[in-house]
């Protein structure tokens, strides 16, 4: 009877302590600084940098579906990835901004799963629609014979929504994950938003499984789209430097250069973060990095893209003197 009862009250035990480890309702972000002074400087430049991104993409969106010129595959591709830009940076910029503002960002176990799952599928949705961007130059430069065919609009739509969908698929695995393993504090994260790598380093169950998970899918996302990318403008040189032409050269070149210098900064950032199965330690490097492609990539790529373009240049122009008449 007593060995019963001692069996019982240890079992009981055991359910409690398992109870615990879950018990984690809210995590504390740390944000990019702990200094007031620092913090109030940098509150303003990261708000100002969220406007213009959002003031960026809004215009290049409303010039791309109010012009006739520019309802084209490669402006079609523009335009998802402006509406994609908006939505990562609306994911990851309202955290940093409340850390700033507050020292620190208590967001709660649900919200920060929330933030994460659409952190995920942004990205991924990216490293595909990238993906896509160049194979779209791929066929203009080396097939363009054939480009209206290849580049017809149902082409165009399903690879959008191949992108969009499968950064949602590869998001739902990912977190579900994540959300599945226990936290036990501590509940501090060193970063500004809910990444993956300090959620994992938070942790007190084996996460072995989740590692291979986030290894498997980005070797799959992140280094085969960025294979792809790699492929197409292996072939688009070899057809540049084919040319006759050194005016034709300088314009072919000129219309993949803004992709390139885009691929570069993004892939950069996140391989180095995301493509290794370990828990990074060095989350200070962590938030550097995160910050370029977070924040400054977003602000960037319409400027990189679009506003240096032409038919986009022209397009505003006369936006802006309809808009003064």
Not at 62 to 76: A, D, N, R, V
Request: aromatic share 10%.
């Amino acid at each position: 009877m007593v060995e019963e009862h001692f069996t019982h009250a240890s079992q009981m035990e055991e359910s409690l302590e398992l109870g615990n480890m879950t018990r984690v309702q809210e995590f504390v972000l740390l944000g990019l600084s702990t200094r007031l002074g620092i913090r109030d400087a940098l509150f303003v430049v990261f708000l100002t940098l969220y406007l213009l991104t959002l003031l960026e993409n809004t215009l290049i969106i409303y010039l791309i579906c109010s012009h006739s010129e520019l309802h084209k595959p490669m402006y079609f591709f523009l335009g998802n990835l402006s509406c994609l830009e908006m939505c990562y940076v609306s994911v990851t910029m309202p955290t940093l901004l409340m850390g700033l503002w507050t020292g620190t960002c208590h967001v709660p176990f649900t919200g920060c799963m929330t933030q994460l799952f659409f952190f995920i599928s942004l990205i991924c949705t990216e490293c595909t629609l990238l993906a896509s961007m160049a194979y779209d130059r791929y066929v203009a430069i080396c097939r363009p014979l054939h480009y209206p065919l290849l580049m017809r609009p149902q082409v165009c739509l399903g690879l959008a929504l191949s992108s969009w969908l499968g950064g949602l698929l590869v998001s739902v695995i990912k977190t579900a994950c994540i959300a599945s393993l226990s936290y036990c504090g501590p509940n501090v994260l060193n970063h500004f938003f809910c990444d993956v790598s300090p959620l994992l380093n938070l942790s007190c169950t084996h996460v072995a499984l989740t590692e291979l998970v986030d290894f498997i899918s980005a070797i799959v996302i992140l280094w085969g789209s960025l294979l792809v990318a790699m492929a197409t403008y292996v072939a688009i040189g070899r057809t540049v430097l084919a040319m006759p032409s050194a005016a034709a050269r300088h314009k072919a070149f000129s219309t993949c250069a803004s992709h390139l210098v885009v691929v570069g900064i993004f892939y950069s950032a996140t391989i180095f973060i995301y493509a290794r199965p370990s828990r990074i330690e060095a989350m200070d490097l962590n938030k550097v990095l995160s910050v370029i492609y977070t924040v400054v990539t977003p602000m960037c790529n319409p400027i990189i893209y679009c506003l240096r373009n032409r038919e986009v240049q022209s397009a505003f122009r006369r936006t802006m003197h309809w808009s003064s008449v």
